[in-house]
T-cell receptor, first 113, second 112 residues
């Protein structure tokens, strides 16, 4: 079984400042890793994913994440945020054999002008 | 456009009733999963179907059941509704070979 810990429940940030959302996972098997964004009253939108290959993954809207196997982390970063990045962000992990997603509790990002 | 459509978007039911939630996926999406997201929490895995067979289940009681149909649609049934079943229910589908899930916008279920 896998588990995900998102280390920050809330992250306030000023517009055009950088942001980092931290995610650690535990698993006894090889995994796939994902970051999803959820805007109010909406479903989940995939930001980026790590399936294999390069550990630095680039996603939509200027986000990127780095897979660190030794530290079992998959932190999400954006160099300059916009007001429209205000949302809930979820880190998720799945077993490479069964594809079931385990989610973290989420990080609320609030971008202020 | 997400490619995964859920209906209805909102639903209010009384405790003890039964409910059916529906999901329509893109052609070729052979895997479908359902998740429950309580307010302020991350989604929790309910179950997964692959080619119309259940192939994984989370920690949910048997009154949560599902079906997947050949036309890439699926449904989630919940019997004997309880107040704690109030949540956003998300459907997610994936193509053969799995490159990640596409999620629908969800059905917001309120049990009163």
């Amino acid at each position: 079984a896998q588990s995900v810990t998102q280390l920050d429940s809330q992250v306030p940030v000023f517009e055009e400042a950088p942001v980092e959302l931290r995610c650690n996972y535990s698993s006894s098997v090889s995994v796939y890793l994902f970051w999803y964004v959820q805007y109010p009253n909406q479903g989940l939108q995939l930001l980026l994913k790590y399936l294999s290959g390069s550990t630095l993954v680039k996603g939509i809207n200027g986000f990127e994440a780095e897979f660190n196997k030794s530290q079992t982390s998959f932190h999400l970063r954006k160099p300059s945020v916009h007001i429209s990045d205000t949302a809930e962000y979820f880190c998720a992990v799945s077993d490479r054999n069964d594809y079931k997603l385990s989610f973290g509790a989420g990080t609320t990002v609030t971008v202020r002008a | 456009e997400t490619g995964v459509t859920q209906s209805p978007t909102h639903l209010i039911k009384t405790r003890g009733q039964q409910v059916t939630l529906r999901c329509s996926s893109q052609s070729g999406h052979n895997t479908v999963s359902w998740y429950q997201q309580a307010l302020g929490q991350g989604p929790q895995f309910i179950f997964q179907y692959y080619r119309e067979e259940e192939n994984g289940r989370g920690n949910f009681p048997p009154r949560f059941s599902g079906l997947q149909f050949p036309n890439y649609s699926s449904e989630l049934n919940v019997n004997a509704l309880e107040l704690d079943d109030s949540a956003l229910y998300l459907c997610a589908s994936a193509v053969e070979g799995f490159y990640g899930y596409t999620f629908g916008s969800g059905t917001r279920l309120t049990v009163v």
